[in-house]
């Protein structure tokens, strides 16, 4: 059909070397595509770029890949995908490494990490949790949670939620997680739900670190609600 149409429209880019140019690499686009397809190469390409993906794949990164809907249920029906919901599959071919974090957000894509997991994971505490903790805007939902790991769901104004956000890419795939700053702020807010010896600990360790920020703590102190509470653990622990 592309080389019809050249024909039919030759007097048009005869004298028109960019035209002419881009239809030639259309035409090479065009062919290599056809040979995949009648070579059954096309869907071994397509494996391929899948099983070297991430664990967890979301629909348009299938579509980019070039998966129509029919192939990606053909995918699921063959035990290679596994829907996780609307927007997310789990790929049963990958064999990399994994995280918590990784795993969580798959299921929870707009959650961000958050209390004694984020404390955990920017080394504050010694407490190792025994769920993750990931926050959710009030007014959101989760329909699904994985089965492993365990998952205990903060559900945070809007403000809170959207606070202090940052996006974190490692060997596992990407999640979100509050900073520093973010994370101590909301351990002190919550602290009769944290326990009162965790929040001392996590305060006094995050001021040990040469890179802390004291003047953003404080901004964050304020705008959220525990500027007084915060001076009054300063106090204690300066």
Same mark, same amino acid.
């Given at each position: 059909?592309?080389?019809?149409?050249?024909?039919?429209?030759?007097?048009?880019?005869? %004298?028109?070397?960019?035209?002419?140019?881009?239809?030639?690499?259309? /035409?090479?686009?065009?062919?290599? %595509? +056809?040979? /995949?397809?009648?070579?059954?190469?096309? !869907?071994?390409?397509?494996?391929?770029?899948?099983?070297?993906?991430?664990?967890?794949?979301?629909?348009?990164?299938?579509?980019?890949?070039?998966?129509?809907?029919?192939?990606?249920?053909?995918?699921?029906?063959?035990? @290679?995908?596994?829907?996780?919901?609307?927007?997310?599959?789990?790929?049963?071919?990958?064999?990399? +490494?994994?995280? !918590?974090?990784?795993?969580?957000?798959?299921?929870?894509?707009?959650?961000?990490?958050?209390?004694?997991?984020?404390?955990?994971?920017?080394?504050?505490?010694? %407490?190792?949790? !025994?769920?993750?903790? *990931?926050?959710?805007?009030?007014?959101?939902?989760?329909?699904?949670?994985?089965?492993?790991?365990?998952?205990?769901?903060?559900?945070?104004?809007?403000?809170? %939620?959207?606070?202090?956000?940052?996006?974190?890419?490692?060997?596992?795939?990407?999640?979100?997680?509050? !900073?520093?700053?973010?994370?101590?702020?909301? *351990? @002190?807010?919550?602290?009769?739900?944290?326990? @009162?010896?965790?929040?001392?600990?996590?305060?006094?360790?995050?001021?040990?670190?040469?890179?802390?920020? /004291?003047?953003?703590?404080?901004?964050?102190?304020?705008?959220?609600?525990?500027?007084?509470? $915060?001076?009054?653990?300063?106090?204690? $622990?300066?």
């Amino acid at each position: 059909m592309f080389a019809l149409w050249i024909v039919e429209n030759h007097n048009i880019i005869k %004298y028109n070397s960019a035209i002419i140019k881009k239809c030639r690499i259309m /035409l090479k686009y065009t062919f290599s %595509y +056809d040979m /995949l397809k009648k070579t059954g190469r096309e !869907d071994s390409v397509m494996m391929s770029a899948i099983s070297s993906s991430n664990h967890y794949i979301t629909v348009k990164e299938l579509t980019d890949l070039g998966l129509s809907y029919f192939k990606i249920n053909k995918l699921v029906k063959e035990g @290679i995908l596994k829907k996780v919901n609307k927007s997310m599959y789990e790929n049963t071919t990958f064999d990399g +490494d994994e995280s !918590d974090f990784s795993v969580v957000q798959a299921f929870a894509p707009k959650g961000v990490f958050c209390m004694m997991s984020a404390a955990r994971y920017y080394g504050l505490t010694t %407490y190792l949790p !025994d769920a993750v903790d *990931i926050a959710i805007e009030r007014t959101m939902k989760i329909s699904t949670l994985p089965d492993w790991p365990a998952v205990n769901v903060w559900y945070f104004p809007e403000k809170r %939620y959207s606070y202090g956000v940052d996006e974190i890419t490692d060997d596992c795939g990407r999640f979100k997680i509050y !900073d520093i700053e973010k994370t101590v702020v909301d *351990i @002190i807010y919550y602290r009769n739900k944290v326990g @009162i010896e965790e929040t001392k600990e996590i305060l006094k360790n995050y001021l040990s670190k040469e890179d802390r920020n /004291l003047i953003k703590l404080h901004r964050y102190a304020d705008d959220l609600g525990c500027k007084k509470i $915060l001076g009054t653990y300063l106090e204690v $622990l300066i």
